[in-house]
C-alpha cells in the first residue's frame, strides 16, 4: 500500500518526536491535520482501530511535544487509540500492516517500540503501571516524567480508582489524563458516567441549584445566566471535587481539540508536583463525520472508501456465535420470567444489541468491571434469579477469583457464555483465548462445555442454563457452519460425548470447533472421531472404551495444551492405571502473536494438514 507523502509536508518530515518538537507552536494545528487525514488514509486501506485514533490526535501531537519521549514515560490506557503515537514515533510508513501477521501489534507493544512504556490491550492498567514507574523515577533521580493517558470508559473499571486512591496516598509526581469522549467501546453505563450523579443530586449542590431557580425565575435573562451557571457548576466543581478528595490537583475540562491550548496546559502541568489530573473533553470519531455520528460502528473498521458515507457491506455469511448466543438469550428471555443477562461494557460483541433492546428489564450492562459482573450474577443467583454472564475468554481471567469464590464455592446456577475462546485473530496476544479451559477445569463444581458447531453451542447454553451449578460454554470468535438449531428447550446429558465416526488403532477426542479439521484428520488416518462436548466432567466410560480399543489416543482442543481438556484426560488415564499412548494438540506453551485465525492455526499446525502430520510423526 502507498500513501503520497508529498501530501503531508510536515508529517513526512516527522520520524520521530525529536522532529515532531522542531516545529514552532503555530505549525501544530497543521500537522494535526495532517496526521489526522493520514490515520484516514491508512486504515481506510488497511482497517483497523479507528475512531479512538481520530479523537485523540491533537492530545497525541501535545504529549509528544512538551513530553522527551521516550525518556519521559508515556502510558496509553487500552491502545485501541494509539494509532496516531505509532505513526509519529518511527512507525509511519508501516501502519499499513498493523493487526496483520508480521505486522505492527495492534496496541502499544515494548517489543516494537521505545516509545511504548507498557504492552496493553485490556482496560484500566494504565494508571497503576503510571504509579509504579513515577515511584521508580522518583528513587532514579534524574527528573524523568509520567503521564498516562485513559479514557472515560477505563475509568470505569474497579483497578482505576484502586490506583487513584494509591497515588494520592503516596502523593508521587505524575500526571494522568482524563480523555472524556463519553464512549469505551460500547456507550458508557453507571453513575459515575454523568460526572458523579450522586454527587450532583446532594443537598448542598441541589439546594444551591434549586434556591437559585426560586430566587431569580422571574427574571428571564438572568435565570437563562443561571442555567449556564448549572451546567458550569456540573462540569467543574463536581469532578474537581472528587478527585481532590482522592489527592489529586484537578484541572478542566478543557477543549481536546485544540492543540495549542493543550500544548500550553500541559506545559504548565509538567513541572508540578504531586498527582495532576487533567480532564480533557474530546469527540471519538473526530474530523471525519460518518466515525463522530456512529463511534461504535467505526471502533474497529475493514477497508472503506472514505468518500462513501458508510462502511462496506460485508457479504452474506453465516451466523458468527455471538449472534447464535444472542439469539438464543432472547428465545430463552421468553420462556424463561428469571433470566438475568449481565454483560461488562461488550453488548455489541457479545451479540446482546437486540436482547438490550427486546428485554431491558432482564439486561444489565455493568460497564468495564468484570469482577464486579461475576458477583453481581452471584447476587442475583442467590436472589432466585437465573444469571447468564457473556463474557470474552480473556476477560474472564480478570474475573478469576469471583468465579472461584462467589460463585463455585457456594454452587451457585451461573451460566457463563464464554466469546471469543481459542485463537482470535488480528488482537494478539492479550485477546487470545487461550487460557479459559486450563484455568476453568481445575475449579470444582463447574460444569465445562465446549461445542463443535452452533447447534452444540445453543444445546450447551440450555444445557447449562438449566443446570442447578455453574456452567460455561466456551465458543470461539468467528461464524458457524450452517447447521440446523435445536429447539430453546432441547438439552444433552451432561458429560455424554459424541461418537461420529468409528476408525482403528488412532481415536480423536476433539474438544471444540476444530471438529471440522478433525474429520479430515479421521479420514487420512482411518482413525476413531469422538466429539467430547464435556471438558468437565469427561465422559469417562467412553475414554476408557477408547484407551482399550485403540493404541494411540490424539487430544485436540484450540486452547493451551498445559492444563487444558487434553490434560484432563492425560489425568483420568494415568488415575486408571491405563499404559497407553497420548498425543495432545492444541495452542503451544507460549503467547500466540496475532494474525488471522486461519494463519495462525496453519502455522501451529492445527489445520487438518499440520495434526495429520504431528500425529503420523507421534506414531512413527
Known sequence: MTINLNDYPLLSNINSPDDLRQLNRDQLPNASDELRRYLLNSVSKSSGHFASGLGTIELTVALHYVYNTPFDHLIWDVGHQAYPHKILTGRRDQLHTIRQKDGLHPFPWREESEYDVLSVGHSSTSISAALGLAVAAEKEGKNRKVVAVIGDGAMTAGMAFEALNHAGDIHKDMLVILNDNEMSISENVGALNNHLAKLLSGSFYTGFREGSKRLLNNIPPIKELASRAEEHLKGMVVPSTFFEELGFNYIGPIDGHDVNGLVETITNMRNLKGPQILHIATKKGKGYEAAEQDPIKYHAVPKFNPSDTSLPKSAPSLPTYSKIFGDWLCDMAQTDDKLAAITPAMREGSGMVEFSQRFPEKYYDVAIAEQHAVTFAAGLAIGGHNAVVAIYSSFLQRGYDQLIHDIAIQNLPVLFAIDRAGIVGADGPTHQG???????????????????????????????????????????????????????????????????????????????????????????????????????????????????????????????????????????????????????????????????????????????????????????
Open 434 to 620: 487461550a487460557f479459559d479451559l486450563s484455568f476453568m477445569r481445575c475449579i470444582p463444581n463447574l460444569v465445562i462445555m465446549a461445542p463443535s458447531d452452533e447447534r452444540e453451542c445453543r444445546l450447551m447454553l440450555s444445557t447449562g442454563h438449566k443446570l442447578d451449578k455453574p456452567a460455561a460454554v466456551r465458543y470461539p470468535r468467528g461464524n458457524g457452519i450452517g447447521v440446523e438449531l435445536p429447539e430453546i428447550n432441547e438439552t444433552l446429558e451432561v458429560g455424554k460425548a459424541n461418537l461420529i465416526t468409528k476408525g482403528e488403532k488412532i481415536a480423536l477426542l476433539n474438544f471444540g470447533t476444530m471438529l471440522g479439521e478433525a474429520k479430515q484428520v479421521a479420514e487420512n488416518l482411518n482413525a476413531t472421531l469422538v466429539d467430547m462436548r464435556f471438558v468437565k466432567p469427561l465422559d469417562e466410560t467412553l475414554v476408557i472404551e477408547l484407551a482399550t480399543s485403540h493404541d494411540v489416543l490424539v487430544t485436540i482442543e484450540d486452547n493451551a495444551i498445559a492444563g487444558g481438556a487434553g490434560s484432563g484426560v492425560n489425568e483420568f488415564l494415568l488415575s486408571q492405571g491405563k499404559a497407553i499412548k497420548v498425543l495432545n494438540i492444541g495452542l503451544p506453551d507460549q503467547f500466540i502473536k496475532h494474525g488471522t485465525q486461519a494463519e495462525i492455526h496453519q502455522e501451529l499446525g492445527l489445520d487438518a494438514q499440520g495434526m495429520t502430520a504431528k500425529i503420523q510423526q507421534f506414531v512413527g
